[in-house]
C-alpha cells in the first residue's frame, strides 16, 4: 500500500517500518496543535499560563490521536497511561527542585539532579505499579 503520498513511500532509513507520509501528518499536525495552544497562551492572562499552553500538552495531543488511528485503542491506553505517569514524576521533580532550592539553599544543578533521581523513581515506580493491570 502506498497511502497517500506514493512517492514519498520508502523503507529505508532508520524505521523502515513507518512510511514517510506519517511522518508528514505528524509534522502538520503537530504544528497545527502547537499553534493552537500558542493562541491559548496569548488568550489567557496572567502570561505566567503561556508554559502551562506550550508544546506539551499539543504534541501529546497529537501523539494520541496519531496513535488512535494507527494502532488502536488499546495502544493508546497503555500511552495515555504511560504520558500520566510521567506528569506525576514531572510533579514530583518540580516540587523536589523547589524545596531543595528554596528551602535547602541548594544550587541549580545539585537540585536538579537530585530531583531527577526523584523523577526516575516516582515513573519506574508508577510504571512498576500499573504494569499489573494491563
Request: charged share 10%; hydrophobic share 55%; net charge positive.
Amino acid at each position: 500500500m502506498t497511502g497517500l503520498f506514493p512517492c514519498l513511500h520508502t523503507t529505508r532509513g532508520p524505521f523502515p517500518f513507518v512510511e514517510m507520509e506519517e511522518y508528514l501528518l505528524r509534522f502538520f499536525i503537530g504544528g497545527l496543535a502547537v499553534s493552537a495552544f500558542a493562541v491559548l497562551s496569548d488568550i489567557f492572562r496572567p502570561k505566567s499560563f503561556a508554559g502551562l499552553f506550550g508544546a506539551a500538552p499539543s504534541i501529546a495531543l497529537c501523539t494520541i490521536a496519531l496513535a488512535f488511528s494507527s494502532h488502536g485503542g488499546r495502544y493508546v491506553m497503555v500511552e495515555g497511561r504511560s504520558m500520566i505517569i510521567g506528569a506525576v514524576g514531572l510533579f514530583f521533580y518540580g516540587v523536589c527542585v523547589c524545596w531543595l532550592m528554596q528551602r535547602g539553599k541548594m544550587r541549580a544543578l545539585p537540585a536538579t539532579v537530585i530531583s531527577l533521581i526523584v523523577w526516575a523513581i516516582v515513573a519506574v515506580g508508577g510504571w512498576a505499579a500499573l504494569a499489573n493491570f494491563s
